[in-house]
């Protein structure tokens, strides 16, 4: 029975944030309320209490279970493609390419966030939260760009942060740009081409290089 309780728990959780995605795509963040949620969930706002505190902690779940796959992948092709991180790295980078066009749920979590959520009164703790996970992403992805140098991939006197830097905002801009006008290019079709053409600018672009520091005058 104990079993059967938490089953049921955990299904009318999936429940919530299925419907927090549908309804915060469609009227956005500010315009949705808990008793929209729960309406269209089937359940209680007694129910989302008691899984969730508010809003904020609804969207967090939701972006924390899309990106936990992108670690569970991370994991898969580092089995798959031993000591070869730029391999790694450029896969993960398309798949994130690709689900955001065949993924309805990452799709939708990426319109969320981009077009439809305002960070300003009850959403300012989110502003906050995902202020930390951009400084985390950086140090993330400076640590494989770190690891493919010492393979050899990438050159050793590549500027790491300023490297992780552009990546992140070439990948969010194309997502965001694409997600805006799906009809101005087939981001899908294009993601290999896309992401060698970053690999490909940290590989040779004078720009991301450690400068020599500056002679003194004798």
Not at 63 to 92: C, M, T, V
């Amino acid at each position: 029975m104990a079993r059967k309780t938490k089953q049921q728990a955990l299904e009318t959780r999936q429940q919530i944030l299925d419907a927090a995605v549908r309804e915060f795509s469609e009227r956005g963040v500010s315009a949705t309320s808990l008793t929209d949620i729960a309406t269209a969930a089937g359940v209680t706002r007694g129910a989302i209490y008691w899984h969730f505190k508010n809003k904020v902690d609804l969207l967090n779940e939701v972006w924390e279970l899309s990106e936990s796959k992108i670690g569970d992948l991370e994991i898969e092709y580092q089995a798959k493609f031993p000591d070869n991180p730029l391999r790694i790295l450029r896969e993960i980078l398309i798949y994130i390419l690709t689900a955001t066009v065949d993924d309805c749920r990452r799709r939708a979590l990426m319109e969320i966030l981009f077009h439809k959520c305002e960070f300003i009164g009850e959403m300012m703790p989110l502003h906050e939260a995902r202020k930390v996970l951009y400084l985390e992403s950086y140090e993330r992805i400076e640590r494989v760009l770190l690891d493919s140098m010492e393979h050899g991939q990438l050159p050793a006197d590549l500027h790491t942060r300023r490297a992780a830097i552009v990546l992140r905002a070439y990948v969010t801009g194309l997502m965001e740009n694409w997600l805006f006008t799906p009809e101005s290019f087939d981001l899908k079709a294009e993601a290999g081409v896309l992401v060698d053409t970053f690999i490909e600018m940290a590989q040779l672009s004078p720009s991301l290089r450690m400068k020599p520091p500056a002679q003194k005058d004798s």
